[in-house]
């Protein structure tokens, strides 16, 4: 895709992610800082563009607004094919990538944030929950993540990149049961090793 994204950006959130999958796909960017603690991301100019007042809020080179972490992800999966982090339209390996990538922020996200946060609350009803339970996704990742080195088979994808993103973070904040699993912390070893990973990871 021609022309320049611009990501409204804070280090310590979920635009990181969004920054790692340009990175990926070697988008020209631009970073445009939203710091938390003067408020940025409340002032209504920012408002304006985005009501949530949340990151990652990516504005394409044609003056679109994304917001959204795993719609960013697979909409600049597609916008630049020969990065490869999509499987072919239409075809039971689309169907399993689509799992996965939406996987992180409905299912894992909301899991791990509630088991971290609710530690002493009684458990939420099973049923009234699109995860289930903390203790079912980790065991569906771990799972799936038994006998293939990605959640879609052999190739890294942007499926991969949204579920290994929040599992790195769940890693640094004490989730449970992540870091004591081999398949989950060898998961997180193999994606976070990309040269991709560590150029979004640099100050700017």
């Not at 991969?160 to 890693?171: I, M, Y």
């Amino acid at each position: 895709m021609q022309g320049r994204f611009k990501l409204y950006y804070n280090p310590q959130s979920r635009a990181s992610v969004a920054r790692w999958m340009l990175e990926e796909v070697g988008a020209d960017y631009e970073l445009v800082p939203v710091d938390f603690e003067k408020g940025d991301n409340r002032k209504p100019d920012f408002l304006a563009i985005n009501p949530m007042g949340k990151l990652p809020t990516l504005i394409l080179p044609d003056g679109t607004v994304m917001t959204e972490t795993a719609a960013i992800l697979a909409h600049l999966a597609d916008c630049f094919p020969q990065a490869g982090l999509a499987s072919a339209p239409a075809t039971p390996e689309r169907a399993t990538y689509y799992r996965w990538l939406f996987f992180a922020p409905s299912c894992l996200e909301p899991a791990g944030v509630d088991a971290m946060m609710r530690k002493d609350a009684p458990p939420l009803p099973r049923m009234a929950l699109g995860w289930g339970s903390y203790d079912d996704v980790i065991d569906t990742i771990e799972g799936r993540l038994a006998d293939r080195p990605y959640v879609t088979g052999d190739s890294f994808t942007a499926a991969d990149l949204a579920l290994g993103a929040t599992l790195w973070w769940f890693s640094m904040f004490g989730a449970p049961r992540v870091k004591e699993s081999e398949a989950i912390m060898g998961f997180v070893g193999r994606i976070t090793d990309r040269d991709a990973f560590k150029r979004a990871q640099a100050t700017g």
